[in-house]
């Protein structure tokens, strides 16, 4: 897409910071980064989000993801790490070609993910679970 800022990096147009790339994925530096050597993993062909990729694109991607995962691992030996997809506005999603970030991180490292919500009955648990389970194919 002509508008879409990682498409304009995968074809060259915005340089990056690259760590890894194949026929299908590009990996780079994010130029904001949480902490030392976050990392962004792309599908090299556009798709807004995981529901516009095929399997065989999400499963390149998590390939790279591991690979990224490793590389990070030898070359800055971090404590463990955050693999995060924003999926929509709502949930923090800026740039809408799919990416998912990966985040070395350390002890006291000041990131802080609060995932507080709210805790359903065992009942509305089993609703839900039903509902959506009707619609995986």
């Known amino acids: ?8 990096i995968v074809n060259g147009g915005i340089p990056s910071y690259t760590v890894y790339q194949d026929d299908d994925t590009l990996a ?13 993993v792309i599908p090299k062909k556009h798709a807004a989000n995981i529901t516009d990729m095929d399997d065989k694109d999400i499963a390149s991607l998590f390939r790279t993801v591991r690979k990224v995962v490793s590389g990070l691992q030898a070359a800055i030996n971090p ?29 006291g490292d000041g990131i802080e993910y609060n995932f507080e919500g709210f805790t359903p009955s065992p009942e509305e648990f089993q609703e839900l679970a039903g509902k959506v389970a009707e619609h995986i194919n």
Do not use: S
């Open 1 to 8: 897409m002509d508008d879409c800022i990682f498409c304009k």
């Open 79 to 107: 404590e463990g790490f955050n693999l995060v997809v924003n999926h929509g506005e709502v949930a923090g999603q800026v740039i809408h070609h799919f990416h998912c970030h990966v985040i070395p991180r350390n002890t």
């Open 28 to 40: 780079f530096l994010d130029i904001n980064p949480n902490t030392q050597g976050h990392t962004l």
